[in-house]
């Protein structure tokens, strides 16, 4: 896996339900922000799956097109793809 690094995408759900209801890539947050934020030891990969909470929320948003809003949807920080 030397060369490669994992994508990240924040998705969110509808609050009643579990259709996804969309998704960002996170191109713009580094894996070692992320792995500050979600309180990760340095040589993880970030490969599980991660619950956004308001903390999490107001870290990434600056970092997303996407209105975050915790009322209508509940968010995860979740591995996509290796990117070459």
Do not use: K, N
């Not at 107001?58 to 809003?69: G, N, T, V, Y």
């Amino acid at each position: 896996m030397v060369g490669r690094r994992v994508i990240h995408l924040l998705r969110w759900f509808e609050q009643d339900g579990e259709a996804l209801a969309g998704e960002e890539p996170l191109t713009r947050v580094a894996p070692a922000a992320l792995r500050r934020l979600f309180e990760r030891p340095a040589e993880d990969l970030l490969l599980g799956v991660y619950p956004v909470g308001p903390r999490e929320a107001a870290a990434l948003q600056p970092e997303i097109s996407h209105r975050i809003d915790r009322d209508r949807f509940v968010y995860y920080v979740e591995p996509a793809q290796l990117e070459a």
